[in-house]
């Protein structure tokens, strides 16, 4: 993989894990109810399910590659349509992230446990992945190195980002529940996917 093309997927990949969804809500309710050191567990379980998601995503499309070029085309087209659907959701968006204060007495243990449950049950990641990753495959050359590098790199930003979340909310959860804040928050994030996926498109033209 070429560095230009791995650089343009962390900066998708930095924006795929900053915007809101179950996984932000799950680490900043952790933050605000347990503190950072202690919500370590859930974001580590958070990983672990998205690492799920991305062996299932890689070997989904590895197969996809091996019988058809032409499908492969197509599904590149369907997730960059994806992304800017995705980005005019984001951007009429209204609603508030939710958080309440979890049992107190919840170990660590539970909370990893928990958190790997919210990012297995949750659909979105996959088809997100889906139409992300084949922006940045080469089918021309071997996928499994492609997709390791691919898979890492989204683990590792997006354990980044969940710990920024956590560790912000510990100190401004409040704010961070703002209507206000979120809605603006929202259209922030709409506006990068709109872009991520016309740039996707032209790519291509």
Known sequence: MELHVWFAYVVTAIVFSLAPGSGTVNSISNGISYG????????VGLQIG???HIVLVGAG????VAQSAMAF?????VGAGYLVWLGIQKWRDTNSLSTHNSDEHLSGWLLMRNAVFINLTN????VFLVALFPQFIDPSKPQLVQFLILGA????IDAIVMLGYTTLASQMGRFIRSDR????INKVFGSMFVGCGALLAMAKS
């Open 153 to 156: 790199t989204t683990v590792v």
């Open 36 to 43: 950072t050191r202690r919500s370590l567990g859930a974001i």
């Open 50 to 52: 998205l690492a799920f």
């Open 61 to 64: 499309i590895g197969a996809l």
């Open 181 to 184: 804040v979120m809605g603006k």
């Open 73 to 77: 085309t197509v599904i590149k087209w």
């Open 123 to 126: 659909p979105k990641s996959i």
